[in-house]
């Protein structure tokens, strides 16, 4: 039987250095739980166009489209801000999601009882919060046709389409709703169809997808409202859905309430392969973060948990997710803190390393 297959994509800033300590981990998995990986590395973003002049070569998207899953530390940074636009870091990120067709990115929003009040919302609003962001993520107006900059009466127009079919809003809800099953049985629907064509459709596809889900409690709510919500009562909300410009803002609403960008993972899945596995690539929300390259400062709790939900929607493993979870849960609750995390009573900060060193104990500790 053959392991299991990743390609690790550090790219640029932190993301290489994150990464180190994600390696760790799976290293750990293979020694202690004999879960074992076959690992491949390579490069995307502004460390692809240093070497390859493109962010994202052609082998390198082969390859990611013949494995069982990616993960991808982050992409970008100043040194590449007067680059083209058709070569820009983010280009190689934007060109995995499309070609490997991940349409359903997940975006959980968890606060940590021990960072409860890391959160810039009272303590008790976001206790306990967990909520699920699913956007749809391979098309709507990031893709959408015509679009671009042109002269109309002397005067330059800039054009970008929003633009959905049913079957891509289809998909992605029945992803939305398959994961509210597992959870509590709720879906919210955001979109803006008071204003937008694509929003009455949206809206009305959700709605008939919910036909075959009958067990979840659907809701509409229009997406400014729901960003409003979101910062007035967030644990109202179990399962969200939405389209990609839409789920970028509220994701990152939803991000912060947690208190920190470190502390979150991604996941963006795609149509099963023939082992019957999604196409799936794995990513911390937070970016490159050139301020503190380079200096351990970097926090690895988001990437090691992108990895921790891997082996929950890639790899059946979800005892095994829980066991990583749970360590993470223990050294937050035991005080290890990375700089971002340093609350206003301060205290020493712990390296990139060191949190790397504490997560393993604690998983040494699990079993």
């Given at each position: 039987m053959t392991n299991p297959s990743l390609l690790i994509l550090a790219g640029d800033g932190i993301g290489p250095e994150v990464m180190e300590q994600v390696k760790?981990?799976?290293?750990?998995?293979?020694?202690?739980?004999?879960?074992?990986f076959d690992v491949s590395e390579d490069l995307v973003g502004g460390a692809a166009y240093d070497k390859h002049g493109v962010p994202l070569h052609d082998d390198t998207m082969a390859r990611a489209q013949e494995v069982d899953a990616v993960l991808l530390g982050a992409v970008g940074g100043p040194a590449y801000d007067d680059l083209d636009f058709s070569v820009k870091p983010e280009r190689g990120l934007l060109r995995l999601r499309k070609e490997m067709d991940l349409f359903a990115n997940l975006r959980p929003a968890q606060c940590f009882d021990a960072l409860a009040d890391f959160s810039s919302l009272k303590q008790e609003l976001v206790a306990g919060l967990d909520i699920m962001i699913v956007r749809e993520l391979t098309s709507g107006v990031y893709f959408g046709e015509p679009r671009g900059i042109h002269?109309?009466?002397n005067l330059r127009v800039g054009v970008n389409t929003q633009r959905y079919t049913e079957a891509e809003i289809e998909r992605g809800a029945r992803a939305a709703f398959e994961l509210a099953m597992k959870r509590d049985k709720k879906l919210c629907s955001m979109e803006k169809a008071n204003v937008m064509e694509s929003g009455i459709l949206w809206r009305d596809v959700v709605t008939e997808v919910s036909a075959d889900y009958p067990e979840v409690e659907l809701s509409h709510m229009y997406a400014d409202n729901g960003a409003m919500q979101l910062v007035r009562a967030p644990?109202?909300?179990?399962?969200?859905y939405t389209d990609n410009l839409f789920g970028d803002i509220l994701s990152?609403?939803?991000a912060m309430l947690t208190g920190s960008l470190g502390m979150l993972p991604s996941a963006s899945l795609g149509l099963p392969m023939a082992n019957g596995r999604p196409k799936a690539m794995y990513e911390p929300v937070h970016g490159s973060a050139p301020d503190i390259t380079g200096q351990g400062k970097a926090n690895p709790i988001a990437c090691i948990l992108s990895f921790a939900m891997a082996l929950r929607y890639s790899f059946d493993e979800g005892a095994e997710a829980d066991r990583l979870e749970a360590a993470i849960e223990k050294v937050l609750a035991d005080g290890a803190r990375t700089g971002d995390l340093m609350g206003p009573e301060?205290?020493?900060p712990i390296s990139t390393v060191e949190m790397g060193d504490v997560i393993l104990a604690a998983l040494d500790a699990s079993l």
């Open positions: 760790r981990v799976i290293t750990w998995y293979g020694d202690k739980r004999d879960l074992k002269m109309e009466d644990k109202q909300f179990d399962v969200i990152d609403c939803a301060g205290g020493t």
